[in-house]
Nanobody
Framework: VQLQASGGGLVQAGGSLRLSCAAS????????MSWFRQAPGNEREFVAS????????LYGDSVQGRFAISRDNAKNTVYLQMNSLKAEDTAVYYC??????????????????WGQGTQVTVSS
């Protein structure tokens, strides 16, 4: 199983980026798909998740209202639209696939597969 994340880059504060994560050798329809991020010296932080059915979405407090997660099961892909970016959003962003119970969605332990990460840098 491979998760290929893309779409990161350098953007000015206030700008937008769209991350994509495509899964291969895995049908993601039955899995929760999520994004986490990790800045240097920090622990991996939950960003957003979307449940198997696509109906339940969760967001980290720091990105609520600015980021939007979506999925296309036919393409085995999850997206993260990031708007109104801030310097503190700078991190490596990782996609993850798993079947965590709802209450454990924000924790890393419930995920089976992780992407390689894509760097997002926001200049102030």
């Amino acid at each position: 199983v491979q998760l290929q994340a893309s779409g990161g880059g350098l953007v000015q504060a206030g700008g937008s980026l769209r991350l994509s994560c495509a899964a291969s050798e895995l049908t993601v329809r039955g899995y929760t798909m999520s994004w986490f991020r990790q800045a240097p010296g920090n622990e991996r932080e939950f960003v957003a998740s979307i449940r198997q059915s696509g109906g339940t979405q969760l967001y980290g407090d720091s990105v609520q209202g600015r980021f939007a997660i979506s999925r296309d099961n036919a393409k085995n892909t999850v997206y993260l639209q990031m708007n109104s970016l801030k310097a503190e959003d700078t991190a490596v962003y990782y996609c993850a696939v798993g079947r965590p119970i709802l209450s454990a969605t924000r924790q890393t332990g419930g995920y089976y597969h992780w992407g390689q990460g894509t760097q997002v840098t926001v200049s102030s």
